[in-house]
């Protein structure tokens, strides 16, 4: 008994000591669910865009996401957080979008394409009629990054895209663009977050395949 | 060929230098034990007393294997090479005899080194003793190379490397079933081979908890600690599991009839708990170091 008492004071220190000392416990914040952004996202005219998720661990898993964030007026950053396992799963499919957004202490928790802040405020751009005649989102010189930073590429968002986002934020539905561009299924997430779309990652082995890989590797 | 030729010669004297270091160190032994003075410092008669033969070339061993981590940078010029092994040298010298002072001293509180090994001729003594040399030298190795010529951080980790030593020898009387006192007046040669098991099994998992890549002293001080404190919890499992795997039959009934030479009995006891904490200590080492788990930041 004396014996099984010291091991599990010993186990204890253990545990105390390696999570108040792990350097992974240094820098990496925690995330439980939306709410967690505001603490973290200090700027104004701010978005934060899902890019990443990734998960370590056997049976308890740790799971972690990156974030980047893009405020109106300071620096694009990326952000690297340990979240909880519910957050984590509920934006398996919010890869590409934004997450959270605030605006003059106004704060949005809907997953929307990245940039629907910005679009309709004339503080950042305004609407153009194209040679196309249709009415297009354009950013003004001084955010002329904004489309690279938002994972657009190309894209160019017109009024029918405008009006059916508002819709949506009006239901308090995910967004994920009129043909669904948007998210881990669109065409434009998975042209503009090429990382997390690589093949190697994407593609789940089975144990005989692991193990041919294996042997091919080792030997 | 005149370059090999010079090679073999600088070779040859550095040889003769550390053979130098050696004699040196066989007047600061006597620092330590001056009851030995008329033994070391005159012709050895290892026929006399085994004991201290036993006792007085294990410290040649250690003090062998501590200058086997000082290296001879030739290139920054003989004589400062030579003077830079002089110096790590006796550094190495003084701080391997401290140490086992110290470590003696907390293992054989109770026991003085005349008595029981001029007078006594105790063999259990002099391969406990003997055990205690190996592993404190592999240490003071361990701990050397990784100050890398800083005599600041080498003098820090020596120290801290002394503290754990220290508490580690105190964990023999929780985990053997052997009385350490009582059997070491007796002589009994179980005890030697059980505590000889359980020391280099302790030298080996607090030698693989130093090693490791270190930038910052504090930082690497706690995770020396983390891994000594994580080797606490793996080491009994292990022990419990070998013990369950290779379950020994101590065989009293049958001893009593005389079926078995008590003593035998007794040294196989000895044997077998050695055994049983260096495979244990060995295997420790590999749960605590040799698993990597990675970092995020490939996949980020």
């Not at chain 1, 967004?175 to 042209?191: A, C, V």
């Not at chain 2, 293992?107 to 406990?128: C, G, H, P, Q, W």
Request: hydrophobic share 45%; aromatic share 16%; charged share 20%.
């Amino acid at each position: 008994m004396y014996k099984f008492f010291l091991y599990t004071i010993l186990i204890i220190l253990y545990l105390g000591l390696a999570k108040v000392l792990s350097p992974s416990e240094h820098g990496v914040q925690y995330l439980q669910n939306a709410g967690g952004f505001s603490k973290i996202i200090k700027g104004n005219q701010s978005t934060v865009i899902l890019i990443d998720t990734h998960a370590t661990g056997f049976l308890i898993k740790t799971y972690y996401q990156k974030f980047r964030v893009i405020s109106g007026y300071e620096n694009v950053e990326e952000l690297i957080v340990r979240t909880s396992k519910e957050f984590a799963k509920k934006n398996l499919n919010h890869i590409g979008l934004s997450l959270y957004r605030k605006s003059d202490e106004l704060e949005e928790f809907l997953p929307l394409p990245p940039g629907s802040l910005y679009i309709g405020n004339r503080e950042f751009g305004e609407w153009k009629i194209n040679k196309k005649g249709q009415t297009v989102w354009k950013f003004n010189k001084v955010f002329k990054n904004f489309p690279k930073y938002l994972g657009w590429g190309k894209f160019k968002p017109d009024m029918n895209f405008y009006q059916q986002m508002r819709s949506s934020i009006s239901l308090n539905h995910p967004f994920y663009g009129p043909h669904k561009e948007f998210g881990p299924g669109g065409k434009i997430t998975r042209r503009n977050f090429p990382h997390f779309f690589k093949e190697e990652r994407m593609k789940k082995l089975d144990m005989k395949t692991l193990l041919i890989e294996y042997f091919k590797e080792n030997f | 060929m005149a370059e090999i030729f010079d090679r073999l010669v600088i070779r040859i004297l550095l040889a003769a230098f550390v053979c130098l270091m050696i004699y040196l160190y066989r007047y600061a032994h006597v620092i330590f034990y001056p009851s030995v003075k008329r033994q070391v410092l005159k012709k050895i008669h290892p026929a006399e007393n085994p004991a201290d033969t036993l006792h007085l070339f294990s410290r040649l061993v250690g003090i062998s294997i501590i200058f086997s981590s000082i290296t001879f940078n030739e290139s920054s010029g003989f004589f400062l090479s030579l003077f830079h092994f002089a110096v790590w040298g006796t550094i190495a010298i003084v701080l391997y005899l401290l140490s086992l002072f110290i470590i003696e001293s907390i293992v054989f509180y109770n026991f003085d080194y005349t008595d029981e090994i001029l007078k006594r001729k105790n063999m259990s003594y002099a391969f406990i003793s003997f055990c205690h040399a190996i592993v404190i030298a592999y240490l003071t190795k361990t701990v050397m190379m990784e100050a890398e010529n800083s005599l600041v951080i080498l003098l820090v980790l020596w120290l801290f490397m002394l503290v754990i030593v220290g508490f580690s020898v105190k964990y023999f009387t929780f985990i053997s079933k052997l009385t350490f006192n009582r059997l070491l007046i007796q002589k009994n040669l179980s005890l030697c081979f059980s505590y000889g098991g359980f020391s280099l099994g302790a030298g080996f998992i607090i030698a693989s908890c130093f090693d490791q890549e270190h930038y910052d002293i504090t930082i690497y001080c706690i995770q020396v600690l983390l891994k000594t404190v994580l080797s606490l919890i793996i080491f009994p499992l292990f022990k419990k599991g070998l013990v369950k795997i290779f379950p020994v039959y101590l065989g009293d009934e049958r001893g009593e009839v005389g079926q078995i030479d008590t003593d035998m009995q007794s040294l196989g006891y000895g044997f077998y708990e050695g055994c049983i904490f260096i495979s244990a200590a060995i295997l420790t080492t590999m749960i605590v170091n040799r698993i990597q788990f990675g970092t995020i930041y490939p996949f980020f």
